[in-house]
Nanobody, 129 residues
Framework: QAQLVESGGGLVQTGGSLRLSCAASRRTVSNANMGWFRQAPGKEREFVAAIGRGGGTYYADSVKGRFTIARDVAKDTVSLEMNSLTPDDTAVYFC???????????????????????WGQGTQVTVSS
C-alpha cells in the first residue's frame, strides 16, 4: 500500500508563510487525486485543498487566494503553499490520496474526506497572534 509522509509544519506568526510537502510512493500522485485536510483542536477534520488527476485544483473558501496546492508527478510529491496565515489556520494538516479514478471527478468527490483511502500521519501548523 502507498504511504504518505508530510513535512514542513511548524510555528509561524500571523501573516507568515509555510510550505507543506507530502512525499508519496508507488506513483500515487500520478494515479490518484491528492488532497490536504486539517483538524483543529476540538473540531472535525475539514477539507483544505485538492488536486485532481487531471490537474484541476480545488480550495476551501477559507483558504482560497492564500493557499496553493501543487504536485510534482516525477518526484511523487504534493505541496501546499500557505500564505497570509492567521491563528484560524492552526491545525494538524493531513495529506491524503484517493484510490485510482478517472481523470476528472466531481468537486463533491474531491472535497469529501470519505473519498480518500490513504492518509499521512499529519504535520502540526501553529500560527501565533
Amino acid at each position: 500500500q502507498a504511504q504518505l509522509v508530510e513535512s514542513g509544519g511548524g510555528l509561524v506568526q500571523t501573516g507568515g508563510s509555510l510550505r507543506l510537502s507530502c512525499a508519496a510512493s508507488r506513483r500515487t500522485v500520478s494515479n490518484a487525486n491528492m488532497g490536504w485536510f486539517r483538524q483543529a483542536p476540538g473540531k472535525e477534520r475539514e477539507f483544505v485543498a485538492a488536486i485532481g488527476r487531471g490537474g484541476g485544483t480545488y480550495y476551501a473558501d477559507s483558504v482560497k487566494g492564500r493557499f496553493t496546492i501543487a504536485r510534482d508527478v516525477a518526484k511523487d510529491t504534493v505541496s501546499l503553499e500557505m500564505n497570509s496565515l492567521t491563528p484560524d489556520d492552526t491545525a494538524v494538516y493531513f495529506c491524503a490520496a484517493t484510490p485510482r479514478t478517472a481523470f476528472y471527478m466531481p468537486t463533491s468527490y474531491l472535497t469529501d474526506e470519505t473519498s480518500y483511502s490513504t492518509w499521512g500521519q499529519g504535520t502540526q501548523v501553529t500560527v501565533s497572534s
